[in-house]
């Protein structure tokens, strides 16, 4: 496997024995945010203790649907949870089409199932990247998408992770984004358990397209942080490792 894209996931949801490798009944796959990378979600790791992987996702490919072939390869159990934030919430969906009979439930942190197609915002992102670089498009694309009320070691913890990102990786993560396709037909179709989760201060996508997903899916139930924005795992991690316990417990 590509060192790069496996450096931040955690391994050791099987058992290696002298007779060969255990499969575990249940991981979760935590599934990041753009600009981020899996350290994102370092305090989502103690959820589920050994059955836990949050991969890199930029050298997966350059279409979403490689990035679900390929996060999916590393996982082992027969039942998976899926965790995504954002861009990985679009993932975490593709996941779900691939693997129906064993993905139980999702998490979809800020992420919407269908894609409006904004070319303007596509080639801004783009050019901002190539032409002013990672830490200005950081401040001008996602550093807005943090609660006003986000604690200072949240916004810190937030800009480390994005600015040691390249600015390349990042931008075949922008495109992945708004390349991906529209997947209502999984939300409204997957049987198990769907928590759509949104900070109350978040606009990508906000609160009102949140609760409208969570009215799609068949088992849909919207949790609205207070005092959040965007990044959830980072600025209000108690909360959100809350709602993954009970997702865990129902799947």
């Given at each position: 496997?590509?060192?790069?894209?496996?450096?931040?996931?955690?391994?050791?949801?099987?058992?290696?024995?002298?007779?060969?490798?255990?499969?575990?009944?249940?991981?979760?796959?935590?599934?990041?945010?753009?600009?981020?990378?899996?350290?994102?979600?370092?305090?989502?790791?103690?959820?589920?203790p050994g059955a836990t992987l949050a991969p890199t996702l930029y050298?997966?490919?350059?279409?979403?649907?490689?990035?679900?072939?390929?996060?999916?390869?590393?996982?082992?159990?027969?039942?998976?949870?899926?965790?995504?934030?954002?861009?990985?919430?679009?993932?975490?969906?593709?996941?779900?089409?691939?693997?129906?009979?064993?993905?139980?439930?999702?998490?979809?942190?800020?992420?919407?199932?269908?894609?409006?197609?904004?070319?303007?915002?596509?080639?801004?992102?783009?050019?901002?990247?190539?032409?002013?670089?990672?830490?200005?498009?950081?401040?001008?694309?996602?550093?807005?998408?943090?609660?006003?009320?986000?604690?200072?070691?949240?916004?810190?913890?937030?800009?480390?992770?994005?600015?040691?990102?390249?600015?390349?990786?990042?931008?075949?993560?922008?495109?992945?984004?708004?390349?991906?396709?529209?997947?209502?037909?999984?939300?409204?179709?997957?049987?198990?358990?769907?928590?759509?989760?949104?900070?109350?201060?978040?606009?990508?996508?906000?609160?009102?397209?949140?609760?409208?997903?969570?009215?799609?899916?068949?088992?849909?139930?919207?949790?609205?942080?207070?005092?959040?924005?965007?990044?959830?795992?980072?600025?209000?991690?108690?909360?959100?490792?809350?709602?993954?316990?009970?997702?865990?417990?129902?799947?």
């Amino acid at each position: 496997m590509e060192p790069a894209a496996l450096q931040h996931a955690q391994y050791s949801s099987t058992v290696i024995a002298q007779w060969g490798v255990v499969e575990t009944e249940m991981e979760l796959l935590l599934l990041h945010a753009l600009p981020l990378d899996g350290t994102m979600w370092a305090k989502q790791m103690v959820l589920l203790p050994g059955a836990t992987l949050a991969p890199t996702l930029y050298d997966f490919g350059d279409h979403i649907e490689s990035w679900a072939e390929k996060a999916l390869s590393l996982t082992t159990a027969k039942r998976l949870v899926v965790v995504g934030c954002s861009v990985g919430g679009s993932c975490a969906l593709e996941v779900a089409a691939l693997a129906p009979d064993r993905v139980s439930a999702l998490v979809l942190i800020g992420s919407k199932a269908w894609r409006r197609r904004d070319l303007v915002y596509h080639s801004s992102a783009l050019q901002i990247l190539e032409e002013e670089g990672l830490e200005l498009a950081w401040w001008k694309s996602w550093s807005p998408l943090l609660s006003k009320k986000a604690s200072p070691e949240a916004i810190e913890e937030t800009k480390e992770i994005a600015l040691r990102q390249s600015p390349e990786k990042v931008a075949r993560g922008v495109r992945v984004f708004h390349t991906r396709p529209s997947r209502e037909d999984v939300l409204t179709s997957f049987s198990g358990p769907v928590a759509i989760v949104t900070g109350s201060e978040d606009i990508a996508p906000g609160v009102e397209i949140s609760r409208k997903q969570a009215d799609m899916a068949r088992r849909g139930r919207l949790h609205v942080i207070p005092d959040c924005g965007h990044y959830v795992p980072i600025e209000k991690p108690e909360v959100l490792n809350c709602i993954i316990r009970r997702v865990l417990e129902t799947a």
